[in-house]
């Protein structure tokens, strides 16, 4: 068996105290992600990260935050602003919420908002890669290329094996190069 699967049974079978980014599962899974170059392995933490960052143990934002979800993915974007607000306002320490709101914002173009979302995400999960990603993408649209390198420079801390951060990084090293 490999240390993905016990680290899934682990991650499984523990009393959970905290879903989102607090919780304790996530600790295991960060540390795979800094050893691993098995991409399944990857992309199995990855997926399970998400999840636990999704989760949501409080009954007064779980509807809230589904709806908000559910109008991104509608594409009903200033109404998932209201709502990821209102998530937000009612819980300011759920870091997803904050990157949800952050994502909706960089669809719509407000890049300043974004950047200030994600700033708050990453204070509430350092580790937050899809966070981190966005902002890479915000600073390409801006072509900031330095800037989005050391981003990605930042993702790849956090898991050095990661493919599409890699290929993100050398793609804009030759635009560099190109440019120069």
């Known amino acids: 068996m490999n240390i993905l699967k016990y680290i899934m049974i682990f991650c499984l079978c523990s009393f959970v105290l905290y879903a989102d980014q607090n919780d304790k599962r996530l600790d295991a899974l960060f540390h795979l992600l800094s050893h691993s170059d098995d991409i399944d392995e990857i992309n199995e933490a990855t997926t399970t990260i998400w999840k636990i960052w999704l989760e949501i143990n409080d009954p007064l934002i779980e509807n809230d935050f589904k709806r908000g979800l559910n109008s991104m993915k509608n594409s009903q974007l200033k109404e998932s602003i209201e709502i ?32 200030m979302d994600i700033k708050q995400t990453l204070k509430l999960e350092p580790r937050h890669f899809g966070a981190l990603d966005g902002l890479g993408l915000i600073f390409i649209h801006l072509q900031q290329f330095e800037n989005a390198i050391e981003v990605y420079d930042q993702i790849l801390k956090i898991f050095p094996n990661n493919p599409s951060t890699i290929q993100k990084r050398e793609h804009l090293m030759n635009v560099i190069s190109k440019s120069a």
């Open 84 to 115: 990821f607000s209102k998530v937000i306002e009612n819980k300011p320490n759920f870091a997803e919420a904050w990157n949800k709101r952050a994502t909706v914002y960089y669809l719509i173009g407000d890049f300043d908002s974004s950047v």
